[in-house]
């Protein structure tokens, strides 16, 4: 059985599918399972393998759902196979069980739209900081794999539609793009996403244009909020990578929920009301 979890477990983590595994890595007296027994909890609470069934089972895959719902990773935890009236969870094995539940959540994306010098950056930085990588860039000479090491590279326009499909609650897009009129045309598309990050480079003047434009378009200045602009927290970076590291620090304070970086065009449109 264990063989068949350890299979399906890098099924799922190839696939960046959200999931629970949960060992039991002691045991003490009468127990359903030894040691090494395995399952796999899935945030809905449907499973594969067992540790035991009953309500040991039961009472670890609520454990994990709860995990789930409130963002934890880790956590051992024991259970007393007895009467709850004896401070058990109402199982009558008599004996007791250390069970570890480990939750790998379907990882962060960085979506680079854009792939010239600050967006092949961008790329690098974010896969050296653990996020999946998608760059899309239409132009033939720069859409080249090897530019953006294991990033994932759409060879199409930035502002192509099928690019929504990339998107998600856990993608930060960053639009970096050649050209003003293709940024337009980008957030114009990805502004009402469900991106949790949307950062635009560009400089102040840049930025208040094309939101003028888009909010002449009806875009409403809540949506336009989202948008971190000018992208990154401000470090003075001028280089490519520089710029990268400033953009990709900014998402991690998105992530972690920290301060907000200030210089950013949704801030200073903020303080100004």
């Known amino acids: 059985m264990s063989k068949e979890i350890f299979k399906k ?3 799922l983590l190839n696939q960046g599918k959200p999931f629970a595994l949960l060992t ?3 045991v003490k007296g009468s127990t359903p399972r030894e040691s090494g027994a395995k399952m796999i909890v899935y945030p809905d609470g449907s499973t594969e393998g067992t540790i035991g069934g009953g309500a040991l089972e039961s009472k670890a895959i609520e454990d994990a759902k709860r995990m789930f719902n409130e963002g934890q990773r880790t956590s051992l935890l024991h259970y007393k196979l007895v009467e709850e009236k004896h401070g058990g969870i109402g199982a009558v094995c008599g004996g007791e069980s250390d069970v570890f539940i480990e939750v790998f959540e379907k990882p962060w994306k960085v979506l680079v739209m854009g792939g010239g010098h600050v967006g092949e950056a961008v790329a690098k930085v974010a896969q050296l900081s653990g996020f999946e990588v998608v760059v899309t860039e239409g132009r033939e000479e720069l859409a080249q794999n090897e530019r953006f090491g294991g990033a ?3 060879k199409c326009s ?3 539609p099928d690019i929504l499909k990339e998107i998600d609650s856990k993608t930060a897009v ?3 793009t050649h050209s003003h009129n293709l940024d337009l045309e980008v957030l114009r598309l990805v502004v009402g996403s469900n991106a949790f990050y949307i950062g635009a ?4 003047r840049k930025i208040a244009s094309i939101f003028s434009i888009l909010e002449k378009e009806g875009i409403s200045k809540e949506m336009l909020d989202r948008i971190y602009a000018p992208v990154g927290i401000d470090i003075g970076a001028e280089t490519p990578a520089e710029i990268a590291i400033s953009i990709i620090a900014e998402i991690i304070s998105v992530c972690r929920e920290k301060v907000p970086n200030p210089a950013s065009m949704k801030y200073l449109m903020k303080a100004k009301e």
């Open 9 to 11: 477990v890098s099924e």
């Open 24 to 26: 039991v890595v002691s």
């Open 158 to 160: 930035p502002s192509n």
């Open 152 to 154: 994932k590279l759409l």
């Open 174 to 176: 960053v639009v970096v």
């Open 201 to 204: 480079i560009g400089s102040k």
